[in-house]
């Protein structure tokens, strides 16, 4: 049977693709890329704004619409918050809640009367990443939130935190490796809270991935900015734990953090930003920011702002704040009008390219390990091939070496930038 995977979201919606993806395999299933061609397709939802909920719906629609012959299983946020609408959509067949993920694939071979085909079972499961593209794998190491961010919805969703056994993350990063993956980024909806139900912490796991693992590139998923022990820090004395960190700040005004219910102060924030520079140079921080928070006064904007642009983050990831019915914050006063939001929006994006522009003019003359993912026709020939840095920017050359081969690290000197990459020869 041909298998269709497909997700809206996060990375850890992408890391629970992978592990499906694998479990179908085992089970004698084969991964096509393509939606027409499968007999059934299974779509990973969001929910994290009305937005994406809306584009979950749209997707459904779309994916029946295509290939109305398939078994179609949706999970993820969007399903699991509304599981009646989920299933009402034309040609859904399953709705699996994220606390059933875990047995999403057994539930659908079993349920939807799809016979397996054991000889298949064999072949390897790198086939399931890299038929989607991939060099890297995301690996699920932690599902729930203890903490209760106001205009989050998603932690309503995922439920109590679980975190896996450190072993088995361990020996799916050794299988992921011996399949030929060069770069695994270790995801979970509260990252940061990892092991406080198995008596150890995130530091622990990376430490003993590092130790345990030979794969050449250790990277992190989406970090909350607190909890972070200075253990955690001097991990990033080994060159294999990537130098970039994906911390959301969510507003730059401690005014708005109070009514969104983070922990994390702007002073905390800029004093994590600042150690990780000073042991690490180019240390790439990301961010997200919402804007148009309820009740976000025009000085609060001005001082998120500023706060952002002092910072100076490599990228932003923008969000205008979007009522999700549940949360705390769809009940606050003062809601933000869209025109607003919008104009606040447009500011933060322009700011954004210019820290972006920043960032980059600070690599030239760098010398950088590059994982090359493939090629891409560039607006003028010759057709480039393009891969990351230890720090995530992205990075072309026009140089066709084996060393710049798919899934290949190579040293390469930074000599110029464009828009959105950077450029060696």
């Known amino acids: 049977m041909l298998v269709h995977l497909k997700t ?18 085992t089970a004698g299933h084969q991964i096509t890329p393509t939606a027409t061609a499968a007999q059934l397709v299974v779509i990973n939802s969001c929910a994290v704004t009305s937005d994406a909920a809306r584009k979950s719906r749209q997707l459904i629609r779309r994916v029946h619409r295509d290939n109305p012959h398939a078994k179609l299983v949706v ?68 599902d729930g939130c203890r903490y209760r961010c106001t205009f989050c919805i998603v932690t309503i969703a995922r439920g109590d935190e679980q975190s896996r056994p450190l072993q088995e993350v361990i020996d799916e990063i050794n299988t992921l490796h011996a399949q030929g993956i060069q770069e695994v980024v270790l995801t979970g909806v509260h990252l940061g809270g990892y092991g406080a139900d198995l008596a150890c912490s995130l530091s622990d796991l990376i430490s003993a991935v590092l130790t345990h693992t030979d794969i050449p ?27 970039h960190l994906h911390l959301p700040l969510q507003s730059g005004s401690d005014t708005v953090l109070r009514r969104m219910a983070r922990r994390c102060k702007t002073e905390e924030f800029s004093a994590i930003v600042a150690q990780l520079r000073k042991q690490i140079p180019h240390f790439n921080v990301t961010t997200d920011i919402i804007v148009g928070f309820p009740g976000e006064t025009e000085q609060e904007w001005q ?5 952002v642009k002092a910072i100076g983050f490599g990228q932003l990831h923008i969000f205008s704040y979007s009522k999700r019915e549940g949360t705390k914050a769809a009940e606050l006063p003062d809601q933000v009008p869209e025109a607003v939001k919008k104009q606040r929006s447009q500011q933060l994006h322009q700011l954004g390219d ?24 560039a607006v003028e020939p010759p057709a480039l ?25 190579s040293n390469c000197r930074v000599v110029s930038t464009r828009e959105n990459y950077l450029l060696t020869v």
């Open 217 to 243: 590139r250790l990277r992190l998923g989406s970090l909350e900015p607190w909890e972070l022990s200075p253990a955690f820090f001097e991990l990033f004395a080994n060159p294999r734990l990537m130098p």
């Open 385 to 409: 091939r393009f891969g990351y840095t230890p720090n995530y920017c992205r990075i072309a050359s026009n140089n066709k070496t084996p060393s710049t081969n798919s899934n290949q690290i």
């Open 8 to 25: 809206l979201g996060c990375r850890l919606n992408e890391a629970e693709l992978e592990t499906w993806a694998q479990a179908f395999q």
């Open 303 to 307: 001082t998120s702002y500023d706060f």
């Open 75 to 142: 999970s993820g946020c969007y399903a699991t918050l509304n599981p009646v609408e989920a299933a009402e959509i034309m040609g859904v067949d399953m709705v699996v809640a994220n606390q059933d993920k875990a047995q999403l694939v057994h539930k659908a071979l079993t349920e939807l009367n799809l016979d397996s085909m054991p000889a298949m079972s064999t072949e390897p499961g790198a086939v399931a990443l890299f038929s989607r593209g991939r060099q890297r794998a995301f690996v699920k190491v932690q």
């Open 354 to 377: 210019r820290l972006k522009q920043d960032f980059f003019k600070q690599q030239l003359g760098q010398e950088v390990a590059v994982l090359w993912e493939g090629s891409e026709d």
